[in-house]
């Protein structure tokens, strides 16, 4: 067989591994992962299965879970995810090539065993169970299956059957594609449909998949553009991709963002600390990479209006939608600002880059409203020495802050991040200092 493609996720893995380390059984035990000091409106990054039991969503606000569940509450700890994430992908290659295996997130993996069924004399059934059974016998985390012809269809499978099967095993070829997904509701259980397609989708009449099977082609172009072919494809189980294309893919542009969301309301002044302190990290990561950007863009978004005290959504929050992945939030009308900006000369030096971001953020900002998210991007990344100066650049300037860039990055990789940090970060709305012992926005 040539390509057959089994995806395994590891079934609420942050929660699971959280239950094992203290000795206890996911299924049975009610665990929440989340961070306790950033109060009732902190999303949990994982419940447990025996959370999930009682109808618990993963990606539910603390406060929405319902008080009449006596369970358990850890801080998360990324490193620990990312330990045995590490030792779960180790027993992979003890049987597969890297090269046909594609890493989709921390938790969840494709691997192509169509070439390797002859070799073990296995089904993909079996070889799925036996790496299932692996991964229970060596980490206790239990793991799910999606298989099919396509990387796709063993996606769908996963997503959508697996769950519903004792084995937790989910099958899907074109056929079996037809007869269980195209009248399955709701479309954002399929892979690659979002909520903002899934409503777009609607506005034309089509609640399925068999229902863009049967859309005009025309109008699904006229929507979409170049994705409704991806659309229409996977609608009939098509998917051509391959994993070696995954791994031979690389982009025509690179670019680097930096993102947080604040624990609570800062004012213009405040936020406007975070955003220097972000730019700052952002050009070391420059230096450290021997990059400099040409573009740069910003994206600022307020504060939304409060839940009511029933945990209900406020009065202009936007519409939500609740999928098996859980609630999610339609549209993108959530009040924001930003821009982006084209360089006059390409830098990594810090000065410039606080300077422009600044220049941005002053311009866009509303001065009267609360922020509680910020996100920065670089992008137009070229190496160093090819970084142009203009008849204004101040080169000697420029070195300098170069030079000053490798010595504090020399300090932090020697003594840690938190080893030289500036004035700044000292402040009380500050949250350099706390990101820099944090990994992925979440606590080590």
């Not at 419940?47 to 603390?62: N, Q």
């Not at 624990?263 to 002044?269: I, K, Q, V």
């Not at 339609?330 to 900006?341: I, N, Q, V, W």
């Not at 830098?347 to 606080?354: D, F, G, I, Q, S």
């Amino acid at each position: 067989m040539e390509h057959f493609y089994l995806c395994i996720d590891l079934k609420c893995f942050y929660a699971s591994v959280e239950c094992v380390d203290r000795g206890w059984d996911p299924f049975k035990k009610l665990m929440v992962v989340a961070d306790p000091s950033r109060g009732p409106k902190t999303i949990c990054l994982a419940v447990s299965p025996a959370m999930k039991k009682l109808g618990v969503r993963s990606r539910c606000r603390v406060f929405q879970i319902p008080k009449s569940i006596d369970y358990e509450k850890t801080r998360p700890r990324m490193r620990r995810y990312m330990e045995v994430s590490a030792k779960i992908y180790a027993l992979y290659l003890r049987y597969f090539s890297p090269d046909d295996i594609h890493v989709y997130s921390v938790d969840e993996c494709f691997i192509d065993v169509g070439p390797y069924l002859a070799l073990y004399d296995k089904t993909p059934r079996k070889l799925a169970c036996d790496l299932m059974k692996l991964v229970l016998e060596k980490t206790g985390i239990c793991a799910t299956a999606g298989m099919g012809p396509s990387l796709f269809l063993a996606k769908v499978a996963l997503d959508v059957t697996a769950k519903h099967v004792d084995d937790h095993i989910g099958y899907l070829d074109e056929d079996e594609f037809k007869l269980r997904i195209w009248r399955h509701r709701p479309l954002t259980d399929i892979w690659g449909i979002g909520p903002g397609i899934a409503r777009r989708l609607k506005n034309m009449g089509v609640y399925d998949l068999a229902g863009v099977v049967l859309a005009d082609k025309d109008a699904l172009y006229q929507e979409f553009g170049v994705n409704a072919e991806l659309l229409i494809d996977h609608a009939w189980g098509v998917e051509p991709c391959t994993i070696a294309q995954i791994h031979a893919y690389r982009p025509q542009a690179r670019s680097i963002c930096n993102a947080q969301v604040l624990p609570c309301d800062y004012d213009y002044d405040e936020a406007r600390l975070i955003l220097r302190e972000m730019v700052d990290a952002s050009a070391l990561d420059l230096v450290e990479k021997g990059l400099v950007c040409g573009h740069i863009s910003l994206f600022l978004g307020y504060a939304a209006e409060r839940p009511s005290e029933d945990g209900g959504p406020g009065p202009t929050a936007s519409p939500t939608f609740t999928g098996e992945h859980g609630t999610r939030r339609l549209g993108h009308d959530l009040p924001h600002a930003g821009g982006s900006r084209k360089l006059k000369a390409c830098t990594n030096a810090r000065a410039e880059l606080t300077e422009s971001f600044l220049r941005l953020y002053d311009q866009t900002a509303d001065r009267n409203r609360a922020l509680r998210r910020i996100s920065l991007s670089m992008g137009e990344l070229v190496p160093e020495e090819f970084a142009n100066l203009t008849l204004f650049t101040d080169a000697k300037a420029r070195q300098a802050d170069h030079r000053l860039s490798e010595a504090t990055l020399a300090v932090k990789q020697r003594f840690g991040k938190n080893a030289l940090v500036r004035g700044m970060s000292l402040r009380d709305k500050a949250t350099a200092r706390e990101r820099n012992a944090q990994v992925g926005g979440h606590h080590e």
